[in-house]
């Protein structure tokens, strides 16, 4: 199982090259859960930090912006994405923009975070990501 969501055949020729995963494997894939990860370990740090050093907002802001950034750089280098899979890498980046805001962090810091919001922004993502299958524009020639 490669990192990211295999296209799907524009029209289908009886199961050839029909991959496209099914609906748990997509959004599995569409979670960028090794960067979620990573940055709920490091907000954790950031958030035990005492409440009075001036530097606590910004570093969890700075940490936020480079999630942002790593998500697609990560995902771009471990699934190396051609064609169709690129928009993989996309809707994983929104993806972890989303599950970020849901974990609070630098918005809750900053007190421009609504829980309720957050969690359910987490669960329409997460259900409507896997809804999405890329596509090929031709066909596999078959074997």
């Not at 969501?5 to 748990?24: C, F, H, K, L, M």
């Not at 001036?54 to 190396?80: C, D, E, H, Q, S």
């Not at 599950?99 to 007190?111: D, Q, T, V």
Request: aromatic share 10%.
């Amino acid at each position: 199982m490669g990192r990211l969501v295999e296209p799907r055949a524009a029209v289908r020729t009886r199961g050839v090259g029909d991959s496209g995963n099914d609906y748990i494997e997509r959004v599995a894939k569409y979670i960028p859960g090794e960067v979620v990860a990573g940055y709920l370990a490091i907000m954790g740090m950031i958030e035990a930090a005492d409440k009075e050093n001036a530097a606590r907002v910004g570093l969890a802001w700075g940490i936020f912006v480079i999630g942002v950034i790593v998500t697609p750089v990560y995902l771009t280098m471990v699934g190396k994405p051609t064609g169709p899979q690129k928009i993989t890498v996309w809707i994983s980046t929104f993806a972890f923009v989303v599950w970020a805001y849901a974990l609070g962090g630098p918005f809750k810091m900053s007190e421009i975070h609504n829980g309720l919001l957050g969690s359910v922004a987490v669960g329409v993502v997460t259900w409507l990501s896997g809804l999405f299958v890329p596509q090929l524009s031709q066909p596999p020639t078959p074997p």
